[in-house]
């Protein structure tokens, strides 16, 4: 059995930043490979603008070539929103440890998560840093230096910001979709 970080997200759409944190994720010596799971819908979330078999198609693009990346379909095959421990509890019955990947600004809800406190006894939160939010002492910090987001590229597609090996398609997709309203 292996370390895993898992790193779930709506990556709506996957950029460059998703990017960074898998290759920072990879260096901790500790982790042996790094689950990607998309949400079918955020729990927090009413609509995603990327339909998930398509954001699913996308990460496994852009991992399909780092061996220590896995990108599970498990929270797409369920069809509705699933909550973190559902998915910690689906992946404990493959591998003895996990490290589960947040971003800084979900510490101030990560109380109000379906099961936080059995979650909080079955992983090892890791938190990557984002708008400048301080992380608390516990938390295993991950600074990737790297402003960007989800919301922001909708809003404002920017190439260089997206995954080159898809990025052509994730334009196409969000201009004829006039995905840019939150």
């Excluded at 509705?80 to 996990?98: A, D, E």
């Excluded at 800084?104 to 059995?118: I, M, Q, R, V």
């Excluded at 090892?124 to 991950?142: E, K, N």
């Amino acid at each position: 059995m292996e370390t895993i970080a898992l790193y779930g997200g709506s990556f709506d759409p996957p950029h460059i930043a998703h990017e960074a944190l898998v290759k920072a994720l990879l260096e901790i010596k500790e982790i042996d490979k790094v689950i990607v799971m998309p949400t079918y819908l955020n729990p927090f979330k009413s609509n995603f603008f990327a339909p998930s078999e398509l954001r699913l198609k996308w990460l496994r693009e852009i991992f399909s070539e780092v061996k220590e990346v896995e990108v599970s379909d498990y929270e797409v095959r369920q069809n509705k929103k699933v909550p973190s421990i559902q998915s910690v509890k689906h992946l404990l019955k493959r591998f003895k440890k996990i490290y589960l990947v947040i971003g800084a600004d979900n510490l101030t809800s990560l109380h109000k998560w379906e099961g936080f406190d059995e979650l909080n006894n079955l992983v090892t939160f890791i938190v990557a840093q984002r708008d400048r939010v301080d992380i608390p002492d516990g938390y295993i910090s991950l600074n990737i230096d790297i402003n960007i987001s989800s919301t922001m590229l909708r809003e404002d597609l920017d190439r260089t910001k997206l995954p080159s090996k898809c990025a052509d398609e994730i334009i196409k997709f969000y201009q004829g979709n006039k995905c840019n309203q939150e």
